[in-house]
């Protein structure tokens, strides 16, 4: 079962940030994502959003327990995109991680 409209997720990915190019395992509502940099990426969505005041959470990290932790933030957001940038713990330093998941909620994009 789906829930859509108000209070549901407008958007979701999980990226494998480190492929080259980086590539969506799953999502919703995402129509590309750009490689802008190291730990950069633009996710496009499918149909935008109504305005860019929607909360965004970011994650990111490796896949087991000996890899380096990681923290993301949404840098810029737009009704149409999301700029997201990702960085290590340990040093700060902007890396692509083997999983960077986003989710979105904000006012609903269907009528």
């Not at 079962?1 to 990226?15: E, I, K, Y």
């Not at 995402?30 to 109504?50: A, C, E, K, R, W």
């Amino acid at each position: 079962m789906a829930f859509f409209g108000l209070a549901s997720c407008q958007v979701w990915a999980n990226l494998s940030g480190d492929s080259n190019p980086p590539s969506l395992r799953d999502n919703y509502n995402i129509s590309s994502v750009t490689d802008n940099d190291t730990g950069d990426h633009t996710f496009n969505f499918d149909t935008d959003l109504p305005n860019a005041t929607y909360a965004a959470s970011c994650m990111a990290g490796g896949t087991s327990s000996a890899d380096d932790c990681g923290f993301s933030i949404a840098q810029t957001k737009a009704a149409g995109s999301m700029r997201m940038a990702s960085r290590t713990t340990r040093t700060s330093n902007k890396t692509d991680f083997a999983v960077e998941d986003i989710l979105v909620f904000g006012d609903a994009h269907y009528g």
